[in-house]
């Protein structure tokens, strides 16, 4: 199984420059997350979507959209890019709230992004 | 506000003995208390949970332990392996409140490195 698979795994962007980040699961997972993972710090939740055509704002939501059109799918857009968007980005699932809190989520293994 | 926290950004200990990683929280609505492992370059990726009816919870080599009139939780290896050398998340979440679709909420991480 491949899990959750992010690409791509590095990017450098420049101030101002677009760019969607890519996620996908094959497990048939519900519930879909991103986070973001600054240095010495924890990870802090951008979006999540409890299905298809439904998403909703995390803790730092600024700056990013999200859709997800399919169950398998949910890419995160950065519109307008900017350098305190430099971070390690990752996505994660779960089979629902309740599988996602006792047996974890699955995490993809994560896009390193840097504006310049 | 930090609703997790690991005050220990680093511990080395020694092949062999046991590590001991601790986590406090602040938010009595936690009732799901979660640990993951991140290796460099790489997802985080689920090792055990309690949840809070519970005040210990193995598995292998790992046990979570769980003081709720401390808010306080920690995870023990034993033995230390090599392998064990990682960062390791402690994560919480809120299930009971089914209104509420977040979310886990992890702290900044501690590294632990197991010395030869």
């Known amino acids: 199984n491949a899990g959750v698979t992010q690409t791509p795994k590095f990017r450098i962007l420049k101030i101002g420059q677009s760019m969607t980040l890519q996620c996908a699961q094959d497990?048939?997972?519900?519930?879909m997350y991103w986070y973001r993972q600054d240095p010495g710090m924890g990870l802090k939740l951008i979006y999540y979507?409890?299905?298809?055509?439904?998403?909703d704002k995390g803790e730092v939501p600024n700056g990013y959209n999200v859709s997800r059109s399919t169950t398998e799918d949910f890419p995160l857009r950065l519109e307008l890019a900017a350098p305190s968007q430099t971070s390690v980005y990752f996505c994660?699932?779960?089979?629902?709230?309740?599988?996602?809190?006792?047996?974890?989520?699955?995490f993809g293994s994560g896009t390193r992004l840097t504006v310049v | 506000d930090q609703q997790v926290k690991q005050n220990s950004p680093s511990l080395s200990v020694q092949e062999g003995r046991i590590s001991i990683l601790n986590c406090d929280y602040t938010?009595?609505?936690?009732?799901?208390f979660l640990w993951y492992k991140k290796y460099p370059a790489e997802g985080p990726t689920f090792l055990i949970s309690?949840?809070?009816?519970?005040d210990k919870n193995e598995d292998g080599r790992f046990t979570v332990f769980l003081n709720k009139s401390a808010k306080h939780l920690s995870l023990h290896i034993v033995p230390s392996q090599p392998g064990d050398s990682a960062v390791y998340f402690c994560?919480?979440?809120?299930?009971?409140?089914?209104?509420?679709?977040?979310?886990?909420?992890f702290g900044k991480g501690t590294r632990l490195h197991i010395l030869p």
């Open positions: 309690i949840s809070s009816i519970k």
């Open positions: 979507s409890v299905g298809a055509g439904i998403t």
């Open positions: 994660a699932s779960s089979y629902s709230k309740g599988h996602g809190v006792a047996y974890g989520y699955t």
């Open positions: 497990m048939n997972h519900n519930y």
């Open positions: 994560a919480a979440s809120p299930l009971r409140d089914m209104n509420r679709d977040d979310k886990i909420i």
């Open positions: 938010n009595s609505m936690f009732d799901y």
